[in-house]
């Protein structure tokens, strides 16, 4: 597949259930290419006594709880890079208490690794079920728009590597998969604990004609930085700056981040919620004055005008079809272990932006067991994937989550304790 950012950094995660192999594949995922330290492999070494095959998930299982108790809590990143391609990894929780970290890690990953431990499932029932937190972190991915899934069936030696149990667990996949509307799925059956498939391709699966799992990361695409219209251009404004306040000609900037599309001198834009137009007079990057800027870039944009703008508010290109609102349709996936209430407010804060938030109406909420949507909830539990409408004290400039993932996305705070209670996707504003 030709596409010139095919070997740009790569950003992935791992997913699964608790126990599936996350941090043991990425462990080895590490050591078979060759991406450890000395003093890692020291401490590997040491950490396993005669006989014992080496436990690679202390390479990524920092805490002491997670030590102790053999599973991944918080987020893990690790770094590493092949002749090919660089990557950034994050090895997140399969504990279905933790989903709130998943959904961190998954929110701004190229793709996604979904592991299957293939010793738990049931071979004995007509059609193979998958456990429910696969089913939950696939769905997860489907609304976050993860491009890619790779699914890693694991210990594939504790089942002889039998093609027919492989062909049962992708089969029960795809219809999942089918179900959710997930795309660019692949398979590989994988030993992570003895490196089966991992790095090298294995003599144990001669049956699989597929690449191990190292090479089909080192080629997946990437889109980073494709640039979208100039219509499309989306600029939160972070922080107004303002030099000498006394003189006349004083200086006034709109600093932030440009979010989507580019921008030039002497385009016109429109500053939301207000709907007052102006002119870009000049652009300045890190390293000083520039013609134009693009999605990704900080910067300092002057106007031609002096209008009144804070932060908070945002610059759109003069014929975006972007504009203010106070109604919200999104799917939100609830952290927090107290259900979500109607009748209270939260903080949703958007970008540079914090407003007091009402959810309205509970539309939807996805039963992870059989993934059809129910529409008859009442309330929203922690991990519930659900469809909601949200009512808005003030307007903001949002796109939908699809349109662009920074502009479309959004999280709910608990107004009393401050913690963050649910990540949202924008589907109408």
Known sequence: MSNLNQYAPLRFITAGSVDDGKSTLIGRLLYDSKALLSDQLLSLNKSKNAGEVIDFSILTDGLEAEREQGITIDVAYRYFSTAKRKFIIADTPGHEQYTRNMVTGASTAHAAVVLIDASQLD????????????????????????????????????????????????????????????????????????????????????????????????????DDNQLTAAKDFHFPVQLVVRLDQDKADDFRGYQGRIEAGQISVNDKIRIEPNGIESTITEIYSPNGLVQSAKVGEQVTLRLADDIDISRGDTFVAADSDTYSSKQLVATICWFDQRPLNPARKYLLKHGTQTVFAKVSEIEQILDIKTLFNLSDAEQVKMNDIAQVRISLQKPITATTYEKNQASGSFILIDEATYHTVAAGMILEN
Do not use: C
Not at 131 to 144: E, G, N, W, Y
């Open 123 to 222: 071979f004995q029932q007509a059609e193979v079920e998958l456990l429910p937190q696969t089913k939950r972190h696939s769905a997860i991915l489907k609304h976050l728009r993860t491009p890619h899934v790779i699914v890693a069936v694991n210990k594939m030696d504790l089942l002889d590597f039998d093609v027919e149990k492989f062909n049962a667990i992708t089969t029960a996949y795809n219809k999942l998969a089918a179900q959710l509307g997930l795309q660019n799925v692949k398979f590989v059956p994988v030993s992570a604990l003895q490196g089966d498939n991992i790095v090298h391709k294995s003599d144990r699966t001669l049956w699989y004609t597929g690449e191990p799992l190292l090479t089909i990361l080192e080629n997946l695409p990437t």
